[in-house]
């Protein structure tokens, strides 16, 4: 049965999935396109994160990827990953009220274990993609920074990784 605050659309939207996704995590689930999106039906349900013993935000797995609340970065900031065609993506949304001049993307994976890292465009959110090189996956985090005279300050440090 359907719960009554959920319309129709919201119920097609999910139905093949055995778990919904709920909260920020499902509601970007379903910006990005449930089901039918790239990282396709939920895997496990939500769980919380703890970074040094201290709650940090939560976590959902799914068919090709992983979503992430981390709060300290935005209070509705979701960090999303999946891998599909050839290509390992990572896409975050929304740091709203904060906004930045640039984003830094690290990631690591089987094939960089020392990891990457590149410089984007700033705002309240953003996507990137990079070539899968190895069958493993690839583990993504992102910081928010402001450019300042002589440096850069990222006040609100890393989010959660996420890993495609």
Known sequence: MVPAHAGS????ATSACGIRPYGLIGARW????????????????????????VWAGRRQNFLRGQMVWSPRQGPKLVVSAWSIGGYAYV?????????????????TSAADRAGTQR?????TGGRMRVRVMT??????????????????????GWTLSVTA
Do not use: M
């Open 9 to 12: 659309t919201t119920a097609a």
């Open 91 to 107: 896409d975050w949304h929304t740091t709203a009220p904060r906004s930045y001049d640039r984003f830094l993307v690290r990631w």
């Open 30 to 53: 379903s910006d990005l396109g449930g089901e039918n999106s790239a990282l396709g039906c939920p895997r496990t349900s939500e769980v919380d994160v703890y970074l040094n013993g």
């Open 135 to 156: 069958t493993s996956g690839y583990r993504f985090i992102v910081e928010g920074c402001d450019n300042g005279t002589f440096s850069s300050s990222c006040k609100q």
């Open 119 to 123: 410089d984007l465009g700033g705002g």
